[in-house]
């Protein structure tokens, strides 16, 4: 069981993009995703700070992003960050059933770096947006 963010656009003005819609809301989506990619290894390196024993780096190398694809393949303004499915990362994040057994009950990395990308999300895209809305005006 991977855990992850995805970053999703949603409303009338995404649902039937055209090709300059199609290209803009890609690149706010995979630069939102980026953003949270580099905040959840930032997240989980600051936690992983108050341990005994230092990280090796495997955790943080695992944290990727990719493009979601519907059924068909076709794009749909989706970005995804994970873990590449690293057996420790849902024990990690407080997601595995390990977590109501012990003590331990995760650092919640993916939820809060989710949390606060919703929170600073049109702060984040307003320039691509404003590029977008200037192109569409030509």
């Known amino acids: 069981m991977a855990t992850g963010t995805e ?10 993009p055209q090709p300059v819609l ?4 890609n690149v706010m989506t995979r630069d939102a995703a980026n953003d949270a990619q580099l905040a959840v290894k930032f997240q989980g390196q600051s936690s992983f700070r108050y341990e005994h024993s230092a990280p ?4 943080a190398r ?5 493009q979601s694809r519907a059924a068909t393949g076709r794009f749909q303004s989706g970005w995804a960050v994970h873990d590449s499915g690293i057996i ?3 024990w990690l994040e407080g997601v595995s059933p ?4 012990t003590s331990f009950k ?9 949390q606060e990308i919703e ?20």
């Open 56 to 59: 090796t780096g495997e955790w």
């Open 88 to 90: 420790y990362g849902p």
């Open 119 to 138: 929170r600073k999300a049109p702060q984040m895209l307003a320039p691509q947006i404003r590029r977008m809305v200037k192109e569409l005006n030509r």
């Open 22 to 25: 199609d290209y803009h809301i």
């Open 106 to 114: 995760g650092y919640s990395m993916f939820r809060k770096v989710a």
């Open 7 to 16: 970053v999703k656009l949603s409303g009338t003005l995404f649902e039937r």
């Open 98 to 101: 390990r977590n109501a057994t």
């Open 62 to 66: 695992s944290i990727k992003t990719r």
